[in-house]
């Protein structure tokens, strides 16, 4: 089982949804990161959080720690929405915060309209 | 400010060839990443860098080696390409304060092929 998982794998919306990314870990981390990956292959950090809740315009990331789950949600999508959105968390060790990052495989998210 | 730039943009090498993978970022960023990305796989840890002259393995650091002489250059080194190389290579810096999980940067990528 991966450390990263993510949920759904592909997720195709119609213009104006409401769409939802789950992200669960089993691993003690000290923050998480959503990334976006542009068809083109670019990627784009869109959150770190290690608690609560984010917004930046139409896109909010929440998390729960002690459930070890993360949301990215966005709100009236657009298929210039249409990407990979990759979660990543922040290994936390006996030493504390480390320098590793473990991803999930990604969500394709396409959005028509 | 450019950003994270890598060079070559693709490449492909023989088998047994050696090539460097060139990474540079002008945003005096102290941590350094290089990653490699599979199909259908998740980004993989390939070594790190937390200041010039300092260096550690990452997940998957077999068959590469790199160095950090500069805080701008991290360059990633393959001696004897194989196959299992093949791959999306993309490197990423942090500013890195000491406790803190900070945003990564990340370059446009190196699609790599070895035949």
């Known amino acids: 089982k991966n450390e990263v998982e993510q949920s759904p794998q592909n997720l195709t919306a119609q213009e104006g949804e409401f769409i939802t990314i789950n992200c669960s870990y089993s691993?003690?981390?000290?923050?998480l990161h959503w990334l976006q990956q542009h068809p083109g292959g670019g990627i784009v950090s869109l959150f770190m959080?290690?608690?609560g809740k984010k917004k930046h315009g139409r896109l909010i990331a929440t998390i729960n720690i002690q459930e070890k789950h993360s949301s990215l949600h966005i709100t009236a999508s657009h298929p210039r929405d249409s990407a990979v959105y990759i979660c990543?968390?922040?290994?936390?060790?006996?030493?504390?915060?480390?320098?590793?990052?473990?991803f999930g495989t990604g969500t394709l998210l396409a959005v028509q309209p | 400010n450019a950003g994270v730039t890598q060079t070559p943009k693709f490449r492909i090498l023989k088998i047994g060839q050696s090539m460097t993978l060139q990474c540079a970022q002008d945003?005096?960023?102290?941590?350094m990443y290089w990653y490699r990305q599979d199909p259908g796989m998740g980004l993989k840890l390939i070594y790190y860098s937390v200041g010039a002259g300092i260096t550690d393995k990452g997940e998957v650091p077999n068959g590469y080696n790199v160095s950090r002489s500069t805080t701008e250059d991290f360059p990633l080194r393959l001696e004897l390409a194989a196959p299992s190389q093949t791959s999306v290579y993309f490197c990423?810096?942090?500013?890195?304060?000491?406790?803190?999980?900070?945003?990564?940067?990340f370059g446009p990528g190196t699609r790599l092929t070895v035949l």
């Open positions: 990423a810096s942090a500013l890195g304060v000491a406790g803190v999980s900070d945003t990564q940067y």
């Open positions: 959080l290690s608690s």
């Open positions: 691993v003690g981390i000290s923050a």
């Open positions: 945003m005096n960023h102290n941590y």
């Open positions: 990543a968390v922040r290994v936390m060790n006996y030493g504390g915060a480390t320098n590793k990052l473990i």
